[in-house]
T-cell receptor, first 110, second 117 residues
């Protein structure tokens, strides 16, 4: 599975969009991009995933570049409850292992 | 629907003692995972079950850690004997994923925080 690189921390003002980048330059054609987040003292929570098309759900949008070497998770209107560690994970089709990196710690400030 | 249940939520033991954690996955989920999360790091997969069979246990320290999933539902993770470096949060997760599925999502429990003194 390809490795991912994320900034260790980011700040965002409440009500503004939070854009969390992820670099996965070694991604291969059968690997999906997943995003999870972990709020303090809780287990990780699935957010969204995609292969090559942009995806949107009730929580977030996922923008994947055309060459698939990077992606951005967008929280359109961040709230204080979105303060968490966000993990970007690349995982191949049918692969068994999910490898979490250190993630990005997002601080949403009032 | 009920989420992934874990117990206990907290456990403090002395080194060289043994400890066991219990996990009840979401009903109908075929795949169950145990992760270890050390403070400041992302979760690390210890073992993955598909029904009651082990799919991946390559990162499980088998000299002291053991896990089982009886009848393909509940699972227990045991550490015997514990070391100081085993202090961590132990997370259980489950998914509907079947072998060969192209995508899946994992649902995590709240974790058990283990402190070894």
């Amino acid at each position: 599975d390809a490795k991912t690189t994320q900034p260790p921390s980011m700040d965002c003002a409440e009500g503004r969009a939070a854009n969390l980048p992820c670099n996965h330059s070694t991604i291969s054609g059968n690997e999906y991009v997943y995003w999870y987040r972990q709020i303090h003292s809780q287990g990780p929570q699935y957010i969204i995933h995609g292969l090559k098309n942009n995806e949107t759900n009730e929580m977030a949008s996922l923008i994947i570049t055309e060459d698939r070497k990077s992606s951005t998770l967008i929280l359109p209107h961040a709230t204080l409850r979105d303060t968490a560690v966000y993990y970007c994970i690349v995982k191949r089709t049918g692969g068994f292992k999910t490898i979490f990196g250190a993630g990005t710690r997002l601080f949403v400030k009032a | 629907e009920a989420g992934v249940a874990q117990s206990p939520r907290y456990k403090i033991i002395e080194k060289r003692q043994s400890v066991a954690f219990w996990c009840n996955p979401i009903s109908g989920h075929a795949t169950l995972y145990w992760y270890q999360q050390i403070l400041g790091q992302g979760p690390k997969l210890l073992i993955q079950f598909q029904n009651n069979g082990v799919v991946d246990d390559s990162q499980l320290p088998k000299d002291r850690f053991s896990a089982e999933r009886l009848k393909g539902v509940d699972s227990t993770l045991k550490i015997q004997p514990a070391k100081l470096e085993d202090s961590a949060v132990y997370l259980c997760a489950s998914s509907l994923r079947l072998a060969g599925d192209t995508s899946y999502e994992q649902y995590f429990g709240p974790g058990t925080r283990l402190t070894v003194t």
